[in-house]
């Protein structure tokens, strides 16, 4: 667990600067109860043709010791006994490494080799193979062949793959949307008879009373555990309490557009909360070496070690089995609870929090196949939710249990052929980002039951983190200024927190505005333009 190691949810544009000349090339025995995940014949246009053809699919190899073939296992031949016989077809698998995927999918494409059905979670770099020509158009086919598809994924999601008024993409669905929670030591409240923060000001003051009493009795107390990480740095939460609530929606789209777990030097209120983490390293309060913990190493140690009295991390940073730091610090402080809060109420009494986006990765068609029509029926197979229930789980009764009408794993998809090399097997069932069951309070009781030992905490922190959910604005068009600049720009603003953090309380007005100046000279001014004029753009201004 590691404080701001949510994953970035906001359009990923570093990868425009990418291949720009990438150019638009562009039989298995059944498993054992394979039958029992069968979806059955969709419509008469799913009536298999009498040409027999291969439909090729990326997947992940993400390395995996013990990890099977990944083009022949139990889950590779389910799919070609059930799909791949209802549409007389083959489907072979065209593994790409995970670590490698945007670098392999760019020589794949300009090669004219890409599968049939490609897949990345890089906006960038799909508007790139839009602009090059690259991908098929896919309005027409989704309305002949993905009845199914199209009512699953709806209008919400469907829209994170339309580029320029057409669809180019399909996106995959998340089903989970919390980002980050703020985690408070109760124990230590219950001890000092205090109450949950649930404003700024209740906060500081409860981490004021962490210092001065100490009720952990640790040497080196550490009320707030902070960590600035130069990969995304920013105040995680906190910015909300100060921001703005009646921001319009150009102001929101424009000035925000970036995950909140970053710095936002443009967006109304940020300076305040600046000051607000100056005063609390002021005073003793958070992490005294927050700028050199660059990996947050050292902040899941103090948490497991017992010192720490709140942090934000992963809404169910704690739960997770590896590191375990929930689990490290029961172990190490018998009695230690730790409980998800809200205290960055903000000026309408709300606790907003920047999630995830609803859409997962990008699935696209390179313009180059010959096999369109049968990637989108593919698509539509697996939108059944007999079949994405088989897909994430296996078979009932062998390789899970239902109960309460969600599914309990046995055990059997840990190794061998069923082995899944990633959670919910999302690298074949490639359309659900996350636990798919068609309801989403079933969704989150599976989720929950994902964390042994700790379900009820993670249902409640699941809750926590969607309480005033809201996600970053959707741009079809992604930001070549904020391409050119981002990573000078993310150094920029972690030596500019690292800076604000701990200079006197008295100088940080002038520093701020000083900073900020440079910041906006160095690249900051010409990335809000930009998101500026696309936003007008898309809104037809």
């Not at 008024?165 to 985690?183: C, D, E, H, I």
């Not at 520093?511 to 690249?523: E, H, I, N």
Request: charge should be neutral; aromatic fraction near 10%.
């Amino acid at each position: 667990m590691k404080a701001k190691a949510v994953r970035p949810i906001c359009i990923s544009v570093a990868a425009l600067t990418i291949a720009s000349s990438i150019l638009a090339g562009c039989q298995s025995n059944s498993p054992s109860g394979a039958q029992d995940g069968k979806a059955s014949t969709q419509d008469s246009k799913a009536s298999a043709p009498k040409e027999h053809r291969t439909l090729t699919v990326e997947v992940f190899d993400r390395g995996k010791p013990g990890q099977p073939d990944l083009n022949n296992n139990f889950w590779t031949k389910y799919i070609n006994d059930n799909f791949g016989k209802q549409f007389n077809a083959t489907v072979k698998f065209v593994s790409v490494p995970r670590a490698q995927e945007v670098d392999k999918l760019n020589v794949l494409m300009a090669a004219g080799e890409a599968p049939d059905i490609s897949y990345t979670y890089n906006q960038g770099v799909v508007y790139n193979y839009v602009q090059q020509g690259g991908l098929a158009e896919l309005d027409s086919v989704l309305k002949q062949y993905g009845p199914t598809l199209t009512k699953y994924l709806g209008d919400d999601v469907l829209k994170y793959g339309k580029f320029n008024g057409k669809q180019y993409s399909v996106p995959g669905k998340r089903t989970v949307l919390a980002g980050s929670n703020t985690f408070i030591r109760k124990d230590w409240l219950d001890k000092l008879g205090l109450p949950v923060p649930t404003t700024s000001e209740q906060f500081y003051n409860t981490m004021v009373a962490f210092k001065e009493k100490n009720p952990g009795n640790v040497t080196g107390v550490i009320p707030y555990g902070y960590s600035l990480q130069p990969q995304n740095p920013g105040l995680g939460y906190v910015p909300e309490a100060f921001k703005p609530s009646n921001l319009t929606e150009e102001q929101f789209a424009t000035l925000q557009p970036q995950a909140i777990w970053q710095a936002n030097w443009s967006m109304p209120g940020f300076d305040k909360a600046v000051q607000y983490m100056n005063k609390m390293y002021n005073a003793g309060l958070i992490s005294p070496n927050f700028a050199t913990d660059k990996d947050g190493k050292l902040l899941d140690a103090d948490i497991s070690n017992g010192k720490v009295g709140a942090f934000q991390t992963n809404w169910d940073g704690p739960y997770r089995t590896a590191p375990g730091t929930y689990a490290n610090l029961a172990k190490n402080v018998p009695g230690a609870e730790l409980i998800p809060i809200d205290p960055w109420q903000n000026d309408a009494s709300k606790h907003p929090k920047n999630g995830y986006s609803p859409n997962g990765m990008y699935i696209i068609i390179p313009k180059s196949s010959k096999n369109v029509d049968l990637a989108i029926q593919y698509l539509n197979w697996m939108a059944d939710p007999k079949v994405t229930l088989f897909l994430q789980n296996g078979q009932e009764g062998v390789d899970y249990n239902m109960v309460n009408g969600v599914p309990k794993q046995t055990g059997t998809t840990n190794t061998g052929e069923k082995m899944m090399t990633v959670a919910n097997n999302l690298d074949y069932d490639i359309l659900s980002n996350g636990i798919e069951l068609g309801d989403q309070q079933k969704n989150n009781a599976a989720i929950s039951a994902g964390y042994p030992g700790y379900e009820k905490e993670a249902e409640n922190a699941l809750k926590v983190g969607m309480t005033d959910y809201y996600t970053t604005y959707f741009y079809s068009i992604p930001n070549a200024a904020d391409a050119k600049n981002n990573a000078e720009l993310r150094n920029l603003s972690a030596q500019m927190l690292a800076k604000l953090i701990v200079a006197k309380p008295a100088e940080v007005d002038s520093l701020y505005k000083t900073l900020v100046q440079q910041y906006m000279t160095q690249g900051g001014q010409a990335v809000q333009d930009e998101y500026v004029k696309n936003y007008k753009a898309q809104n037809g201004k």
